[in-house]
């Protein structure tokens, strides 16, 4: 089809269009999707109309349950062996239904569940005006300290507009690790950016830092999903097509053209190389990777403490999983292009979040910085470009989303007047106050550095045996010294906690509800059991590490 | 005309944005420099489109616009409350957290 063909198109519409083809779409296999969206629906609707005392109740019970039949539908694909041997593209090319995808989805759900049972904690603070409150704004619009906050404190609002705008969220998450076309992606990108930016703003306590983190967050990442944008435009002219198939075809030489315009732009290895630098900047930015992790730190520290932990794990899984699929569907024919660049950018983020981190005071920030690490010690397995590369990526993230949210949820329960008793200097002889939450958060902290009988040694372990066997042992030497690094400071905290005397004025611990217990068991025994058995995970990693082509 | 000149407009018009983003200072004025990145985004697909003769990139040009839209309404409503408590909407007075 040349241009004069599409001009005709919208010229001679007047005439009956011969028969246009339905779209064929596999309604069952995108049903993981379907439900967290329908339930985000439901979840506006009982906002208008569900009366506000019943809201809480309707939107936690609506939102536990949608996150459970959505893994309840992930867990029959692949049973129905949708990972395996009938992995295949659905709905016209857009999304995959493969090992990758359904593991990244499974994963993401498991960790939202947690996160959500956070979200719902209302014993934490005390009760305000005879209403329980939990970790958001009572009224997100009204001017914080202001006559109509306070006039909605006393008449016991809450925002629980957070269940609906984190099941958005979610849906977005699970289609990025899946897209299978350019569009796709950026829809998706959008879909669990745009309610994450509010998440961030609606914090009850400190709540300028929040609109802070917010106003940030958000214009950070419009900036970077603008050269997304442009690098997918880029890559639409190189190839004439958003479908990964298509463009792989085309890098690798198999797919030609007999249009001479598309066989100019085709010879265009400007055009491929700029777009595709453009796109993988966009992910690199959510994923938070050296030189792309500027918001990481702020963000993490203002978003209200639950919101920190759900898009620590989820985001980054999601982010992870598309960055593999571009670089193992999309550019196979240009490895040696993209892992030189990669490795640069692997060795600046272990080294960068773990040295930053050391000069951390406030607890988030540092979780903030070490979250930056990690996203280079996962860059390393997918530099790999291996098929153990991509099991051992994934396992990784399954392992480091449960320890995250678990530290984050500690984090909410030392409190002090103010709220979260954030600063390390507060956090002193915590040991010797609450045993229990010290123990929890050491053992998360362990997690974190690597050490043996905990799932960061064998998510770490994999993930350095991935890249060592494909070639990149010079990068296992880094991410080493950047655990060892690493290692120093997390341990620094955990002396911290046991190691010195109390202050009188300290922090308290609060009693948190069975929400956060459960979230905080969650992490613990996750942490442990792929920790000491990791096997049977490491398998289901391998079996869902082949991408649909 | 050659098509190609609507692409070095559409780089044009990115790079402006990009640059603005970049060194503007107010909140609001930031936002309209990623919009029109968005649109230089949008020119681009529009004038791949024409050149290869298929409709994708018209389509997508569809979508960005919704999503720019989207945006707009979740940007604006930060940009709001912020400036509403601190009655600035400048993006160097947001500075509580610093290292």
């Not at chain 1, 004069?4 to 596999?26: C, D, F, G, Q, Y």
């Not at chain 1, 890559?235 to 085309?250: E, P, R, W």
């Not at chain 2, 004025?29 to 994708?56: I, K, P, Q, Y």
Request: hydrophobic content about 60%.
């Amino acid at each position: 089809m040349n241009a004069l063909t599409v001009h005709s198109m919208w010229t001679t519409a007047a005439e009956p269009l011969n028969k246009i083809p339905a779209p064929k779409i596999e309604y069952v296999q995108l049903a993981p999707v379907l439900i967290v969206v329908g339930a985000a629906v439901l979840g506006i609707l009982a906002e208008a109309f569900v009366p506000r005392r019943g809201r809480y109740v309707t939107q936690v019970f609506l939102t536990l349950l949608a996150l459970a039949a959505s893994f309840a539908a992930v867990v029959a694909l692949a049973a129905g062996g949708y990972g395996t041997t009938k992995a295949h593209i659905a709905a016209m090319g857009a999304i995959a239904v493969d090992g990758p995808a359904l593991f990244l989805q499974g994963t993401i759900i498991l960790a939202s569940v947690v996160a959500v049972l956070t979200f719902a904690e209302r014993r934490l603070d005390p009760a305000d005006h005879g209403h329980k409150v939990d970790s958001f704004a009572a009224e997100a619009a009204a001017v914080p300290g202001g006559d109509h906050e306070k006039a909605a404190v006393k008449a016991g609002f809450t925002t629980t507009e957070v269940f609906p705008l984190a099941l958005f969220a979610i849906a977005g998450m699970l289609v990025f690790p899946a897209a299978n076309d350019l569009l796709t992606l950026f829809i998706a990108l959008e879909v669990f950016s745009l309610p994450l930016y509010l998440l961030c703003a609606v914090a009850r306590r400190k709540r300028l830092m929040s609109q802070e983190a917010a106003l940030k967050y958000f214009l950070l990442g419009a900036f970077s999903s603008a050269f997304l944008l442009f690098g997918i435009a880029l890559l639409y002219g190189y190839a004439g097509s958003v479908s990964y198939a298509t463009i792989a075809g085309v890098v690798d030489g198999s797919v030609g053209s007999v249009d001479p315009a598309l066989a100019q732009t085709m010879g265009n290895d400007a055009l491929l190389l700029i777009g595709f630098a453009l796109v993988l900047m966009g992910l690199l930015f959510k994923v938070g990777a050296v030189p792309f992790h500027m918001w990481t730190p702020d963000v993490y520290q203002g978003a209200p403490t639950p919101v920190t932990g759900f898009m620590a794990a989820a985001t980054k899984v999601a982010a992870f999983g598309a960055l593999l699929r571009l670089l193992y569907v999309v550019l196979p024919g240009l490895t040696w292009d993209w892992r030189p660049v990669m490795w640069g950018v692997a060795i600046v983020t272990m080294l960068g979040g773990a040295i930053v981190a050391i000069t951390q005071t406030d607890i988030k920030r540092l979780l903030a910085y070490s979250s930056i690490a990690h996203a280079g010690f996962l860059l390393a397995g997918v530099i790999a470009a291996t098929p153990s590369g991509i099991s051992s990526v994934l396992f990784y993230l399954g392992a480091y989303s449960f320890v995250t949210i678990g530290a984050f949820a500690v984090v909410t329960l030392v409190r002090d007047a103010g709220g979260e008793a954030t600063h390390l200097s507060k956090w002193a002889g915590l040991g010797r106050r609450s045993p229990l939450v010290a123990a929890v958060f050491a053992v998360f902290l362990l997690a974190f550095a690597g050490i043996p009988l905990t799932s960061g040694f064998s998510g770490k372990f994999a993930v350095f045996k991935a890249a060592a066997e494909g070639g990149a042992g010079a990068l296992v030497v880094v991410g080493v010294i950047a655990s060892a690094i690493a290692a120093f400071f997390y341990i620094r905290v955990i002396v911290l906690m046991f190691f010195s005397e109390p202050k009188a004025d300290g922090p308290t611990v609060a009693v948190p509800s069975v929400l956060t217990t459960l979230t905080i068991t969650a992490g613990v025994v996750v942490t442990l059991v792929l920790g000491l058995a990791p096997q049977y995970f490491l398998d289901l990693a391998g079996q869902a590490s082949v991408f649909v082509r | 005309m050659n098509p190609v000149n609507y692409l070095y407009l559409a780089a044009l018009l990115f790079t402006i944005g990009a640059v603005g983003v970049l060194i503007r200072r107010n909140a609001i004025v930031v936002f309209m420099c990623v919009e029109l990145m968005l649109n230089a985004c949008n020119l681009a697909f529009v004038t791949f489109s024409r050149m290869h003769g298929n409709l994708d990139g018209q389509i997508i040009a569809f979508f960005t616009m919704v999503v720019a839209a989207a945006e707009v309404v979740v940007g604006l409503a930060i940009i709001v409350s912020v400036f509403r408590s601190r009655h600035s909407a400048s993006v160097d007075d947001a500075s509580l957290m610093k290292l």
